[in-house]
């Protein structure tokens, strides 16, 4: 579910010394001097922003988007909840949850997961996609069977989604 975005909403809630961080890593901006600049009062950082060149905003607005989207309670729950994936849950995770938690807002918790967990990344993305669809229903209707992993049962299930899409609309032949 996409929040509203735009670049000098993104720039006035995340603080300046990440956004340093964050272009710095995209090697854009270099001569930018954002302890100059005031938190929130980013008329001169949106200003730089636009005099890149289209091709780079984009590239970059694909991050910030998304940032952006993961900078609220659910997203830093999948950020913490992917962790436990990477992560041992003895030492490592405790550490990781008390850091995030200890900075003071979530897009810094986004931000700081996006610039210094890159591994956590893609999967805290999705784990917030899936728990944010509106459209989830339960069928409690379902017989209670064990699921057929076989592999004659997967491939039947293999053939029959490559079938439906195919005469649906012509695709799914690598299925």
Not at 81 to 95: K, R, S, V
Not at 108 to 124: C, E, H, S, V
Not at 136 to 159: D, F, H, Q, S, T
Not at 163 to 168: E, G, H, K, V
Request: aromatic residues 10%.
């Amino acid at each position: 579910m996409s929040r509203h975005y735009s670049p000098r909403d993104f720039f006035r809630n995340t603080p300046n010394a990440l956004l340093a961080r964050y272009f710095a890593s995209r090697e854009v901006l270099q001569g930018f001097d954002f302890a100059a600049m005031k938190e929130t009062k980013v008329e001169p950082l949106f200003e730089a922003w636009m005099a890149l060149l289209e091709a780079q905003r984009a590239k970059m607005e694909v991050d910030l988007r998304e940032i952006g989207d993961m900078s609220n309670e659910k997203g830093v729950k999948a950020i913490i909840d992917e962790a436990l994936f990477h992560m041992d849950e003895e030492t490592e995770h405790p550490a990781f949850v008390a850091l995030l938690m200890a900075l003071p807002g979530h897009h810094d918790r986004a931000m700081t997961a996006f610039l210094d967990y890159p591994k956590l990344w893609k999967g805290a993305t999705r784990l917030y996609h899936a728990d944010t669809l509106s459209f989830w229903r339960k069928r409690k209707n379902l017989p209670k069977i064990k699921a057929g992993v076989e592999p004659a049962n997967v491939a039947a299930l293999e053939e029959g989604i490559r079938r439906y899409y195919q005469a649906l609309d012509g695709r799914a032949m690598q299925c």
